[in-house]
């Protein structure tokens, strides 16, 4: 069983389309994650979640809206795709943010094509 | 502003060379120093975490060793199957995980 899901895998779209990334972790984690990992490689955590409630919200443009339907779904929906979007996007989770029970555990991501 | 510098950015080895990763870092408050290996196309694997200076930590051919300033990740007798990218990252008072960018490891046969 894989710990941490999302799908797609590949998403390609064109710009100015709407599109959402699903994920799903059965870890029975309490806190998700969204990460933005760019052509250099870099990882940038973008939203945070905490039994469904938003704790981190990086500076990312309003296009962006995670929603968190239960503690084991995070969602990330995309209005009005751009070129500059195109990325691999990482869902993550933890046991929670407390030290000790801090590790995160990522699923396999998906890769976002704007044309 | 917490920050992550690996080095080096790439790092070639026979099989069975061994050495050393170097992740440097700067945070507010350090509650966890992360190790991640990243396999082309899959999501980063957990290694270790951390807590305190002095720390050590060991996997199999991998042992994670943290200062005041840096941490190392070093790898003895290196197989081909280790050939991968490893990611380091801090996590400091603001809760957020701040990762470097990386070392592509290539360990030839």
């Known amino acids: 069983d894989t710990a941490v899901s999302q799908t797609p895998k590949y998403l390609v779209t064109q710009m100015g389309n709407d599109k959402s990334i699903k994920c799903e972790q059965n870890?029975?984690?309490?806190?998700m994650y969204w990460y933005k990992q760019d052509s250099k490689k870099f990882l940038k955590i973008m939203f945070s979640y905490n039994n469904k409630e938003l704790i981190i919200n990086e500076t990312v443009p309003n296009r962006f809206s995670p929603k968190s339907p239960d503690k084991a779904h995070l969602n990330l929906h995309i209005n009005s795709l751009e070129l500059g979007d195109s990325a691999v996007y990482f869902c993550a989770s933890s046991p929670s943010t407390s030290v000790g029970y801090n590790e995160q555990f990522f699923g396999p991501g998906t890769r976002l094509t704007v044309l | 502003e917490d920050q992550v510098t690996q080095s080096p950015e790439a790092l070639r080895l026979q099989e069975g060379e061994s050495s050393s990763l170097n992740c440097s870092y700067t945070v507010s408050g350090l509650r966890g120093l992360f190790w991640y290996r990243q396999d082309p196309g899959k999501g980063p694997e957990f290694l270790f975490t951390l807590y305190s200076a002095g720390e050590e930590k060991e996997k199999e051919r991998l042992k994670a060793t943290l200062t005041k300033k840096e941490s190392f990740l070093h790898i003895t007798a290196p197989k081909p199957e280790d050939s991968a990218t490893y990611l380091c990252a801090v996590q400091g008072s603001s809760y957020k995980l701040i990762f470097g960018s990386g070392t592509r490891l290539l360990v030839r046969p």
């Open positions: 870890l029975g984690h309490d806190t």
